[in-house]
């Protein structure tokens, strides 16, 4: 399998990430209608459909009326392919790399969606807690099929309980003290649904690294006197990209951790 049939392939689905991160919180489908101008509702023709391509060709604006097209279009179809990339060259052309890949897509629609609305739709965090389960159910059949330990071949869906009880612990912590939402309960439900897919201690490592990644931000935020220190970040972005950056560096990482 070569580079540019990944990067093809992951540049046609972020196309597909985008019309789901802009129908599914309006709850639309997904499906029909085709892509279409949000201003002159003229269909957008496939050759004016290509990925990243057509945007910079077209300037980003419409080939009709030239209504300017956001940038997140062009970014979510070049950052697909790369984060495809990056899985393929860390774990190789196997099971994992596939598994990983459906991660990582529902981690990228996910993410936009948190960043554009401040909003983790159940209809997404649910699929991918499920099919975490399933799969780490597998995973712990094969561990232990092969003559593993019952500690690492739980450890998977374990990862579950893990995820959901250091944010359910931190949501009621925060309020509790603050009599505030600190965390939205959107993002218990994420970090629950990454558990099965990364493991115990995956999950716990990569949520430690949300907060690091989540608290630079803000700092960053507030020195640019962009953000007041209440106003609330898109922290389901956080815990996506952490998810994503601990399965890529997860040789380099066990120094660190
Ligand atoms: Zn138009």
């Known amino acids: 399998m070569s580079f540019a049939a990944i990067f093809i392939f992951g540049s046609l689905l972020g196309s597909f990430f985008n019309v ?13 209608p085709a892509s279409y101008c949000f201003k002159c509702r003229r269909a ?11 945007y910079l060709f077209l300037r980003g604006k419409c080939a ?6 956001s940038i997140q279009y ?3 179809e070049f950052l697909t392919p790369v984060f ?34 401040m909003l983790i739709l159940d209809r997404l965090s649910y699929p991918l807690a499920a099919l975490g389960l399933l799969v780490s159910g597998w995973r712990a059949a094969m561990h232990l099929r092969s003559g593993g330990e019952l500690m690492q071949a739980v450890s ?5 309980f893990a995820g959901a009880g250091v944010l359910l612990t931190l949501y009621v912590g925060w309020r509790w003290l603050r009599h505030e939402e600190g965390l939205g ?9 990454i558990g099965p897919w990364l493991g115990v201690r995956m999950v716990l490592e990569a949520l430690f690294l949300s907060f690091l990644l989540g608290s630079l931000w803000g700092v960053v935020l507030i020195a640019m006197r962009r953000k007041q220190l209440k106003d609330q970040l898109p922290f389901g972005a956080f815990i996506a990209l952490a998810a994503y950056l601990r399965l890529l560096l997860g040789v380099e990482c066990k120094l660190i951790f």
């Open 64 to 69: 009709f009326c030239g209504a300017p097209f």
């Open 185 to 193: 309960l959107g993002d218990v439900k994420l970090a629950a649904a």
């Open 84 to 117: 495809y990339l990056g899985l393929y060259l860390r774990y190789g052309f196997g099971s994992e790399f596939f598994l990983y890949v459906v991660l990582s897509s529902f981690l990228i629609v996910i993410a936009f969606i948190d960043i554009n609305r």
């Open 156 to 160: 998977y869906p374990l990862g579950f």
């Open 20 to 32: 789901c991160i802009r129908r599914l919180p309006a709850g639309k489908s997904v499906l029909v």
């Open 74 to 76: 062009p970014l979510v």
């Open 44 to 54: 957008i023709s496939p050759a004016h459909n290509i990925p990243v391509l057509s």
